[in-house]
């Protein structure tokens, strides 16, 4: 390949898988210094677009859920920060974007992690001040968190919303945090916030009595909240959570008492009309949405046991049938990519 031109040599390779890529940064100090170049890292991610699922319990797996028929699917235990000093039962996830995963694998140390290279940078402890809210305004006993991309601006923030009053944001790109404005609704139930189109959204509880609840979007780029509206029957903020399906934003029945068979889908972002009730045959207390498979069925987590396929028609639903599952687990989608959460190296 000495006689191809440098152009031709970053196509081809920013059409490789990430693993392909790895190796390849290993023949010569002129490859690694293209293939970590900020203009081919983007490249390859807008070229690839693999998608993978991320499942946490006691650890992290990844699991190539596109992965042909025949093949025997089992899921990959990753190598993560703080693996082997891990203080606690469940490894949470805060979301994924990029490719860049927010992890927590103890009591409030985050890290921005990427599955596919095992880089990770730790999120530095936020300084609380030593008066965090007024005694009025204390709303909610733990802390809520999300993570996201703000493309205009060219960087990745984590969200902190402590105490459900206090907005404080950390940026990579400037590895520093600040803090915003107050937490500007009554009831924030759900510690996970939802990124999509640029915002972290949150359910919190009706704005006057009686109402429905109201989706919280938090924008990364502008750093202000706007209000989404649900649909008019979500009127408990404690029964719900927000959850992605598609590029859309959905709302599924969460903590209930009573088993359910639907759930409800925003078809057109911020516009109330288009929230969609999604009918499945097989009941649950608890759902999270993960994508369309291979373009056709639901793909779907239930009770946080199971892999199901529903039919987009009808609603039916089969196991999806996984070798090697833990016995309980939350699951994500995430992309493979080379993005570095060490923002300087992007």
């Not at 140390?109 to 005694?135: G, K, L, W, Y």
């Not at 009053?165 to 990579?172: D, E, W």
């Not at 759900?190 to 109201?214: E, R």
Request: charged residues 20%; proline residues 6%; positive net charge.
């Amino acid at each position: 390949m000495t006689n191809l031109s440098e152009d031709v040599i970053a196509d081809i390779l920013s059409r490789l898988p990430v693993k392909s890529v790895g190796r390849f940064r290993c023949v010569s100090k002129s490859w690694l210094h293209l293939t970590t170049q900020p203009h081919f890292i983007q490249i390859h991610l807008n070229r690839t677009q693999t998608q993978k699922l991320i499942l946490s319990s006691q650890s992290l797996f990844s699991l190539d859920h596109l992965a042909p028929i025949d093949d025997d699917m089992l899921p990959l235990e990753l190598d993560f920060p703080l693996k082997t000093h891990l203080k606690t039962e469940w490894v949470l996830v805060f979301g994924s974007c990029n490719g860049l995963v927010c992890i927590m694998p103890q009591p409030e140390a985050f890290f921005i992690f990427n599955p596919s290279t095992r880089e990770s940078m730790r999120v530095p402890d936020c300084p609380m001040p030593s008066h965090a809210c007024p005694q009025q305004g204390v709303r909610f006993h733990r802390h809520a968190h999300g993570f996201g991309h703000a493309p205009s601006m060219s960087d990745y923030k984590f969200v902190k919303v402590a105490y459900g009053c206090m907005v404080l944001v950390f940026s990579l790109k400037n590895n520093s945090w600040k803090r915003v404005q107050d937490f500007p609704y009554k009831h924030l139930s759900d510690a996970y916030g939802t990124f999509l189109n640029g915002a972290v959204h949150w359910l919190c509880g009706p704005l006057g009595v009686g109402g429905p609840c109201v989706i919280a979007a938090f924008d990364l780029a502008e750093e202000k909240f706007s209000d989404l509206a649900t649909p008019d029957s979500v009127t408990n903020y404690r029964r719900f959570t927000t959850g992605i399906l598609g590029g859309c934003l959905c709302l599924l029945h969460y903590h209930d008492d009573h088993k359910q068979h639907s759930f409800w889908v925003m078809k057109e972002y911020n516009v109330k009309e288009s929230w969609t009730k999604i009918m499945i045959t097989n009941s649950y207390f608890s759902l999270q949405p993960l994508c369309y498979w291979k373009n056709t069925n639901l793909l779907l987590v239930r009770n946080q046991k199971h892999l199901l396929l529903c039919n987009r028609k009808d609603g039916t639903c089969k196991k999806f049938l996984v070798n090697g599952l833990p016995s309980h687990f939350n699951a994500d989608v995430y992309v493979e990519s080379l993005i570095s959460p060490n923002f300087q190296q992007n």
